[in-house]
């Protein structure tokens, strides 16, 4: 094991490993450490969804941002990440939801997303599946520039990637402690040795609090158990990723035919459990029945948990730490990690490496919940 | 040309390439590189043969070689069937 780095970066999900990229790319010397490997946490158990459509700015431009690097990415990483935009479908429930849309869409036009609403007619020329009586829709926003990538190809493309510019992986490798002195990081200690470094970066997803509880910071984020399954594949039917943030349900058909969602268990609760339930089997094939009548013959194949990292306001934690020098704070991103990584990848390199952001990432500082916050209301899973 | 999972179509030398490649030791990151036993079968008859090349090409024992937790459903359901009787 090297003895020392610039930066070490603790998790190889997306957003560690694109990290990696972006600093290796700058000429730092990188290592990533994950006690198991690329993509075995949330990354590799997510939907995988890109949508830019948010009801704050700060997630809105996150994810625009993150679109334009996603459409060139394959080319820049020189690996496929199966990146497709077939839009994002967001299913309007009553007038309260139809306010709540005319908001968001007006604020997400306003940063020049492509984004409208389209009417019951429209909802099955897009899918043309859906049941909008099922659904109990009087509409929907439609944004055809919102996407989909194989979080599994994506987070390798970034790590290799990183790796030919001469970044350091260490799998099955498992942090255990964080050496602070004079409130500044100086070592961080695994179970295979120890790295000098003068920034350490907390990417571990739905652990992240331990590793910031090691350099002695308290964070708010909590481990909620998400499900999600996938189908037997069928024929081509439709591109789109269908969601509601009324039932929480979202399901896209993928690269393969499958189709593939999740909803709220109805047994959801904070902590690790990693086991499967019966009520979510049930909830979720009870509401695509609903959503797609026509699915109702099909069979479900598989079905899985993974964790989202959730902070009270549902928006992530970016940034170095007020207390600890060169503690990087990168995390708690709930069900939208993937879709924003190149963005806050980017953002974190730049700012490590004391250069010009180009976004402010000030009001996604760890301090923004002693002053009170804008929750995002925008949220499924 | 050894085929090891017929439902993905994959061959021992694809696995062996990607094991290399990625630097492997997980059944799991096969499982997501490669889709090996994602197919129809769920890996019932691949995961086994692809476990013994594993476990051969990075010299571990065939027992640690971490078979990828199983996941309900065990066979699988149709949509109307599971989801008839809520609400
Ligand atoms: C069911 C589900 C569906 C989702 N759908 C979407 C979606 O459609 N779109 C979207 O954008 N997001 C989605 N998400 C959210 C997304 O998956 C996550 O936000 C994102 O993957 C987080 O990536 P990460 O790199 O920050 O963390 P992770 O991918 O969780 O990686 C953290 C890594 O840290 C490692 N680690 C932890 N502790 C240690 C330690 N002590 N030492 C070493 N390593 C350690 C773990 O092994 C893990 O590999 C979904 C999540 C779930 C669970
Ligand atoms: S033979 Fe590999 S999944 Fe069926």
Not at chain 1, 148 to 167: E, M, Q, S, V, W
Not at chain 2, 43 to 62: D, F, M, N, S, Y
Not at chain 2, 64 to 81: F, H, L, N
Request: net charge neutral.
């Amino acid at each position: 094991m090297k003895s020392e780095a610039d930066v070490v970066i603790v998790g190889a999900g997306i957003n560690g490993c694109a990290l990696a990229y972006e600093l290796s790319k700058r000429g730092k010397d990188v290592v990533v450490v994950d006690r198991r490997h690329i993509a075995a946490g949330a990354t590799g158990r997510c939907g995988a969804g890109i949508r830019q459509q948010w009801s704050t700015k700060e997630n809105a431009l996150l994810a625009k941002k993150s679109v334009e690097i996603f459409e060139g990415l394959e080319e820049e990483l020189g690996h496929p990440i199966g990146f497709r935009q077939g839009g994002y479908l967001i299913a309007i429930h009553d007038e309260e939801d139809m306010k709540q849309a005319r908001k968001n869409v007006e604020m997400q036009k306003s940063i020049g997303l492509p984004v409208r609403i389209i009417d019951r007619e429209e909802i099955k020329e897009i899918v043309p599946i859906l049941d909008p009586d099922g659904m109990k829709a009087i509409a929907a926003t439609f944004c055809p520039t919102d996407g989909h990538a194989d979080p599994f190809k994506t987070a390798n493309a970034y790590a290799l990637a990183a790796i030919r510019n001469g970044a350091t992986f260490y799998k099955f490798t498992e942090v255990r402690g964080i050496k602070v002195e004079n409130r500044e990081v100086r070592e961080v200690i695994t179970d295979k040795g120890s790295i000098k470094t003068k920034f350490v970066v907390d990417a571990a997803g739905a652990w992240s609090s331990r590793i910031a509880e090691m350099a002695g910071i308290k964070i708010p984020n909590k481990p909620v158990r998400k499900e999600a399954l996938v189908t037997e594949p069928l024929p081509r039917i439709f591109d789109a990723m269908v969601i509601s943030f009324r039932h929480g349900i979202y399901f896209s058909q993928m690269a393969r035919g499958e189709i593939l969602g999740g909803i709220p268990s109805p047994e959801e609760k904070i902590g690790y459990h990693f086991e499967p339930t019966w009520s979510f089997l049930k909830k979720m094939a009870y509401m695509l029945g609903r959503y797609a009548p026509i699915l109702k013959g099909t069979n479900i194949l598989r079905q899985w948990t993974g964790f989202y990292d959730v902070t009270p306001d549902a928006l992530p934690v970016l940034g170095e730490d007020k207390n600890v020098r060169g503690f990087i704070h990168c995390h708690g991103f709930s069900g939208h990690g993937f879709m924003i990584a190149p963005m806050t990848a980017r953002l974190l390199a730049q700012l490590i490496t004391g250069e010009k952001l180009d976004l402010p990432i000030e009001r996604l500082s760890l301090e923004r919940f002693e002053k009170g916050t804008v929750k995002e209301k925008s949220v499924v899973g | 040309m050894k085929i090891v999972c017929r439902c993905e179509d994959l061959t021992e030398e694809d696995i062996v390439n990607a094991i290399r490649k990625y630097d492997m030791r997980t059944l799991s990151e096969l499982r997501q590189i490669l889709r090996l036993g994602m197919g129809p079968c769920q890996g019932r008859t691949c995961l086994p043969i692809a476990a013994r090349i594993l476990a051969r090409e990075t010299g571990q024992k065939i027992e640690d070689v971490m078979p990828p937790a199983s996941r309900p459903p065990v066979v699988p359901v149709e949509i109307g069937v599971v989801g008839e009787d809520e609400e």
